[in-house]
């Protein structure tokens, strides 16, 4: 549904194009101030490696702490929950969108997992927004 009110800023560079390697590449922080979700764009070329994981993280404190988003799933009336990551197999621009989120900051991060020599590139640009 349209929502003519809905409030969007300027998209902006969270990690520039780069190689992608086996540990986390912590992107570009920004403010969440007058916002409550985040559009984030993933713009992946894939080569050797296996797939790009990219994880979302917040802070309350001013940056001196951060958590990462969290995912949750049931079985047997038991809840269980884990670190959320999304993973990404194949080349392609990605759009994601993720509300409501209550953050001082964010921090977008990704890696790759490949065996010997990883030849993709990435680069991920977000927005927050008031939806």
Partial sequence: MYNPDLQISQPFVVQSTYQVGTSYTAGNVF????????????????????????????????????????????SGGTITVALGERTFSASGIYSLLITPIRAGLVKISSKSTYGTVATGSCSIRSYPLWV
């Fill in 31 to 74: 403010s969440m101030a007058n916002h409550n979700a985040i559009g984030i764009e993933v713009d992946y070329d894939k080569g050797n490696e296996t797939s790009l994981e990219v994880k979302v993280e917040v802070s309350n404190d001013g940056g001196t702490t951060y958590a990462q988003q969290s995912t949750e799933s049931t």
